[in-house]
């Protein structure tokens, strides 16, 4: 107990300093991105940027007014949940490199957001599985770590928020199937966190992470494939004596299409967790997973 106690504060040391750290390049970062800046493609009602935009239809957001691209811009913002105070880190973080093959005075991509975007996304990630798992080991949380920041995971994130259709990209790179490429929508995926945290903070950033992430972990929550539940209470238990946990379900309720068990797991005639989930099999690893709790608590 003390010593998970020490790692826990160990932990949350750590987390101290990252933000820390964070919010001081933040505060630099932000200074190469002011507000209603000049090159901000949103704030120019230059007729030569219009046209030159609308005549190379880089991207859907080549339309024919400053009005129009904002209200195409703020349909994501809805989507995310969260509206930009700077505009400019929004467009910056959906720029992708190939836009200089088009146009070679464009001022900005969206590659140092990407960078930024990545740090705050495994931060997250590892600090919310520290927590949520703490009968894991290091080697197993690494493992469903990877799972959750992969790059198929990241193109599911993106592509939920359908955020290919956003991109400024170049001709070139969009017919060529850009908009639906893992690597250009995972990248754009970190880059739009990049964004979110120096337009707000990491805690908004955090609750945006997690909210897309949601499905990802509540699948990991059930049965981790790194870490079989049932498997790792049975090889306790049977290390202690040679009788199986054994699960009986306790209950069944709801319609036929939306069915909830309930169910628990007994060990030498003790009681060991209860679980809920929508199938069987989901009651009984929430119940192996609450035993395992209770036996490394």
């Known amino acids: 107990m003390i010593s998970r106690l020490t790692q826990i504060m160990k932990t949350k040391t750590l987390l101290k300093i990252f933000h820390q750290l964070f919010r001081s390049q933040k505060n ?40 129009e691209r904002k209200a195409f811009l703020k349909n994501l913002e809805n989507k995310i949940d969260y509206h930009f105070k700077n505009s400019q880190l929004l467009v910056e973080a959906l720029t992708h490199s190939s836009i200089s093959l088009d146009h070679a005075q464009h001022p900005f991509d969206n590659e140092r957001l990407e960078f930024l975007g990545d740090a705050v996304l495994q931060l997250v990630i590892t600090a919310h599985l520290f927590q949520i798992f703490p009968e894991f080991e290091e080697g197993p949380l690494t493992k ?54 120096l337009d707000s903070d990491f805690a908004r950033a955090r609750n945006f992470i997690l909210q897309q992430a949601a499905a990802h972990l509540h699948r990991v929550t059930l049965e981790p494939e790194e870490i079989n539940p049932k498997g790792r209470l049975q090889e306790i238990l049977q290390s202690k004596a040679p009788s199986p946990p054994m699960y009986e379900h306790l209950e069944e309720r709801g319609k036929a299409h939306l069915k909830y068990f309930r169910c628990r797991v007994i060990w030498e005639g003790k009681e060991l967790g209860i679980g809920e989930g929508r199938s069987k099999k989901e009651a009984e690893v929430a119940a192996a997973t609450q035993a395992l709790k209770s036996l490394t608590a």
């Open 28 to 67: 630099s970062i932000l200074k190469d991105h002011p507000a209603d800046s000049k090159t901000n493609p949103l704030s120019s009602n230059k007729k030569t940027s219009t046209k030159k935009r609308s005549r190379s239809k880089v991207t859907p957001m080549s339309m024919q007014s400053p009005q």
């Open 144 to 197: 469903i770590r990877t799972r959750l920041v992969s790059r198929t995971a990241l193109k599911a994130y993106a592509s939920n928020l359908e955020l290919g259709k956003y991109l400024i990209m170049g001709r070139g790179e969009e017919s060529s199937g850009g908009r639906e490429r893992s690597s250009i929508l995972g990248d754009s995926f970190e880059a739009l966190i990049g964004a979110i945290y």
